[in-house]
């Protein structure tokens, strides 16, 4: 009866195959939780009021039927000006929709950063804890912070 031998080589390849595929997933379980992401767009001085305009987007895969933001304004010397709450209102899945706040007697060049401080109310159709929470993107176009 013949005698085989198997390399070094042989043996290590044989031993790592079953770990070989381990780091590849399939589209399938690919799953991304989704999230809300806003961008602060702009600002428009109206008198002594300033408008802000806000992009949102929801890339969970269902609509947002409501969502409301704590939110901070910071005055040029990092004090609190205001602490008020936005409402974004419906925000559907996949699609960008353009929020515009106004707030009296408040210059847009005193607000240095604006903090999104929470969710005080966030109306989704699914089992996502904290869905308009987590996952929390945000951006600004100006020079005025946006943070969360």
């Given amino acids: 009866m013949p005698i085989t031998t198997t390399t070094n080589a ?3 390849l044989l031993t790592l195959l079953p ?3 381990a780091g590849f997933v399939s589209a399938e379980e690919i799953h991304t939780a989704g999230g809300v992401s806003i961008e602060l767009s702009a600002a ?8 802000l305009s806000f992009v949102a987007e929801n890339t ?3 609509d947002i039927s409501g969502v409301v933001y704590e939110t901070v304004l910071f005055g040029n ?3 609190v000006s205001l602490l008020t ?3 974004f209102e419906e925000l559907p899945a996949g699609r960008p929709r353009v929020r515009q706040f106004q707030f009296n007697d408040m210059a847009c060049d005193q607000i240095s ?3 999104i401080n929470g969710v005080q109310e966030c109306e989704i159709q699914t089992d996502a804890k904290d869905a308009c929470m987590n996952e929390l993107t945000l951006k600004s176009r ?3 912070e946006l943070l969360g």
């Fill in 44 to 51: 428009e001085a109206r008198g002594q009021n300033c408008l």
């Fill in 77 to 79: 010397t990092g004090e």
């Fill in 60 to 62: 969970h895969d269902a």
């Fill in 85 to 87: 709450l936005l409402d």
């Fill in 113 to 115: 950063r604006i903090l």
């Fill in 142 to 144: 100006l020079e005025t």
């Fill in 10 to 12: 042989s043996v290590v």
């Fill in 19 to 21: 770990f070989l595929g």
